[in-house]
């Protein structure tokens, strides 16, 4: 499901757009890169920018698809959400415009699987007929 529409600055290396979904609307929302100091650090911080000042919204990571396309991993929080929300930024071919895109996790599927019963040991006849009754 597609949430969000951005542009990008090659000179500023930024994403500028807007986040929409039937809960949550925020236009300038920039994806502006980071000094990284280690590997697990973003490489984007996901901001709203507003007349009274920044609020960070997530943060991005630089990943490379199986075929070895390029995108960003977000990672999009806010206390009034249950849980953070996992998207993805793809790039359009021209680098010109990104696509924000958000897939519900399936959670109640693997809930619902069933357990795999664990297999008993079996007791020779010689011990369940010694076993008290």
Known sequence: MIIGNFTYDLDRDTYA?????LTLQRGSVV??????????????RVIHETEAGTVELGAA????SE???EFLSVLLDDPALA???NAALFPSDQNERATLVWQR???KAAAAEPETPKP???RSARARTLAPT
């Open 31 to 44: 994806f502006r890169p980071t000094e990284k100091n280690g590997d697990k650090e973003p490489d984007y």
């Open 61 to 64: 990571w630089k990943r490379s």
């Open 83 to 85: 849980s953070s929300v």
């Open 120 to 122: 008993q040991p079996r």
């Open 17 to 21: 757009g807007a986040i929409t979904t």
């Open 67 to 69: 075929r070895g396309r």
């Open 105 to 107: 996790q399936n959670r």
